[in-house]
């Protein structure tokens, strides 16, 4: 993290405020789980008396003797108590009447069905735990996850946690080098994968590719392959095995294995968007009570809900609220296999159409192109059955707020925009629907018992700065695997050891709501002036032609910095040069001149990485002539070709 050139200590400029308020349905309100807004209030006075109430709706083994012990930057949460998070995502609904309850409802790419009940999940992930077992799998044992979205992969991480095995998710669209490196950091003994996947229409050959890291993976003893399709592939004998064969095979029941609290549940990488992930380790305790209570209180969670998070199980939303906090809830989920424009691009509203979702939490990425494809695709179906809507990934632009909750939620359903990290494990900020406004592109406030500010660079309170927590919460990360100096490093120097650097910028206004204003390694400067990215591309983003921005610094001899822009354009607009010089006046007429961008470069899409998220460094080396940096987390190679090439035409023209 760098400071201005000039060495000067500066906040982030506040330039842009979104004054437009929304207040919850009164019927939402009526109903909601939470309609009592002295929560705040009452967890404030006592945070860790609220966790605990809070660790209550789990099943313990035996109790905690102590809620928090915090050594910063070290915690600890609910200091010797013992639990099993299989246990709580699956036994406990089969002993309490929810057995025959649907867990997940699963659709395949092609259109497959397949319901799994809260007892189907109980037979499967006993099976493979003791599978596991029988293959050598102990307590504390890494074992590496790559697979499709496929009901097999909750069971896989599942029957980890039964055993105390720690698991670690590999997205399945990562590349063989990114997957054996993640299984080597690990030290992992067992790869469970399947034979492949679908991905629009082709077939993603997961085993096939995982073939490639295995040559390189001396620790991997066992391999475990879903049959997905009946993909061609070829076995090891002696190390590879077929999940249905192992599960004929194992024994039906597989006792659950009493974790400390502190025990690690998982391990996983983040996104990559600014530089080498980094290998964030979870715990069991804290973990399941921090991602239980929110997803029971920010998505209203009731128990007709039909609960739809569209992420991918191979990050951290999809570990927290795909798995572990919608089982834990006894909740019925949907799950869906493909892509959000396959065969068309009206798929999932056809999904929600069909399997009456209620609620649906997706990224600000996803809804920037369903706006960018047009209103004809949510319009033809009835999204009557939703509820709630929610978003979590990026700061959402004020436009795509609207356009989500007018055409998706067609102004029935509350809006909660999430923040959180993979590193923060659960929702730190955010509105709770039945008893906050909405106030679009605001994330609203710090959940209860979770405490934040923005700080300047000082550590004290701004209205604009650096997103920081200000007191441990109890999903919290706990060490970055194999690199303890690191953890301490990159999350805790910047101010006291007890205070959380974030890493975003943040603005905060007077009635106490939070906006997000992008990352610190993105931030412009600008003659002087520290400008975060996210309002000169909501100033872009706000016009009618404009789907999706993407702004950049570039050096420039008179201020310091220039703007360059990125934009993507709506179906059926050109992109002109007229556009690119409308698009520069409005982001005058928006927020001001200082944010005019001195150039607009129109682009088919932006790069971003494989969790959808704009890679706005590598734009920046595009912009700069510079060479690409780490792109072994970008989805899409040929977006950064293209527009390498069209910045050099632009820049020879
Ligand atoms: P890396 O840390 O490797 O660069 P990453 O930060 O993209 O990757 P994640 O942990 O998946 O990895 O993403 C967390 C980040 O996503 C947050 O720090 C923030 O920048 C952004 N983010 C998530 N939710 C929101 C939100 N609701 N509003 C604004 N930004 C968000
Ligand atoms: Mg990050």
Redesign the pocket.
């Known amino acids: 993290m760098s400071d201005d050139s000039a060495g000067r200590e500066q906040d982030l400029s506040r330039l842009l405020v979104e004054e437009r308020v929304f207040q919850p349905p009164p019927d939402f309100a009526a109903g909601a789980v939470v309609a009592d807004p002295s929560v705040y209030e009452r967890a404030q006075a006592d945070p860790e008396a609220f966790w605990a109430e809070m660790a209550e709706q789990l099943d313990w083994y035996e109790k905690w003797e102590e809620v928090l012990r915090w050594d910063p930057p070290h915690a600890e949460w609910f200091v010797g108590g013992k639990l099993n998070a299989c246990y709580n995502c699956v036994d406990r609904h089969v002993h309490n009447g929810r057995r025959n309850q649907a867990a997940i409802i699963w659709e395949g790419e092609a259109g497959e069905r397949r319901t799994l009940t809260y007892w189907d999940l109980y037979r499967e992930t006993n099976k493979l735990a003791n599978a596991l077992k029988s293959l050598g799998v102990a307590k504390g044992d890494r074992v590496a996850i790559y697979m499709p979205m496929i009901p097999e992969l909750p069971i896989a991480m599942l029957a980890c946690a039964r055993i105390g095995a720690i698991h670690s998710v590999i997205f399945g669209g990562f590349s063989s080098e990114a997957l054996r490196d993640r299984i080597l950091d690990a030290g992992a003994k067992m790869l469970i994968t399947a034979d492949g996947g679908y991905r629009r229409g082709q077939i993603i050959p997961l085993k096939h590719d995982a073939d490639y890291a295995l040559r390189e993976t001396p620790s991997i003893e066992h391999v475990i392959i879903v049959e997905r399709g009946r993909f061609p592939l070829r076995i090891v004998s002696g190390r590879d095995h077929w999940y249905h064969r192992l599960l004929q095979e194992a024994e039906s029941y597989c006792e659950p294995e009493p974790m400390d609290a502190e025990d690690i549940l998982y391990t996983l990488y ?6 080498q ?2 290998g964030i380790v979870h715990t069991t305790g804290g973990y399941m009570t921090g991602v239980l209570a929110t997803l029971r209180w920010i998505f209203d969670l009731k128990d007709d809900d039909v609960y739809w998070c569209t992420a991918d199980i191979g ?2 939303t999809g570990h927290s609220y795909i798995v572990y906090a919608p089982l834990a809830a006894g909740a019925t989920m949907l799950m869906y296999e493909g892509a959000p424009d396959w065969p068309e691009r009206d798929r999932f509203w056809q999904i929600v159409e069909e399997h009456g979702v209620t609620i649906f939490y997706t990224a600000p990425t996803a809804i920037r192109a369903f706006m960018k494809w047009g209103n004809q695709y949510p319009q033809a179906h009835d999204l009557s059955s939703l509820r709630l809507l929610g ?6 632009n004020p436009e795509a707020w609207m356009w989500y909750y007018e055409h998706i939620g067609r102004e029935r359903c509350p809006v909660v ?7 923060t494990g659960m929702i730190l900020l955010t509105t709770l629907p039945g008893i906050d406004y909405m106030r679009p592109s605001y ?1 609203g406030h710090p959940f209860p018992g979770v405490s934040a500010e923005v700080l300047n660079e000082a550590g004290e309170p701004a209205a604009s700065g650096y997103l920081a927590i200000t007191r441990p919460w109890p999903a919290m990360l706990r060490t970055i695997y194999n690199d303890p100096e690191r953890y301490v490093e990159q999350y805790w120097t910047k101010w006291d050891k007890a205070t959380y650097f ?3 910028g943040a603005k905060r206004e007077e009635d106490g709501y939070f906006g ?1 204003l992008g ?1 610190v390694d993105d931030v412009l400067n600008v003659s002087g002036h520290r400008i975060g990215t996210m309002e000169v591309e909501s100033a872009l983003v706000d016009h009618e032609a404009v789907a999706e921005a993407a702004v950049v610094g570039v050096a420039d001899e008179v201020k310091g910095q220039a703007i360059a822009a990125f934009v993507t354009v709506k179906e059926g607009n050109e992109p002109t040069p007229e556009l690119s010089e409308q698009l520069r006046s409005h982001v005058v007429d928006k927020i001001g001149a200082i944010a005019r961008p001195q150039s607009v470069m129109f682009a088919g899409d932006l790069p971003k ?1 494989r ?1 959808g ?1 704009i890679m706005r460094r590598l734009l920046r080396d595009i912009a700069q002539g510079q060479v690409l940096g780490d792109v072994t987390t970008l989805a899409d190679a040929s977006v950064v070709e293209e527009l390498k090439r069209r910045y050099e035409e632009q820049e020879d023209g």
């Open positions: 983040t996104s990559g968007t600014t530089g992930p980094k990050w951290v978003t979590v990934g990026e700061p959402i925009d999430t923040w959180w990290q993979t590193e994330a974030t890493s975003d997000l990352r990485t969790s998220k």
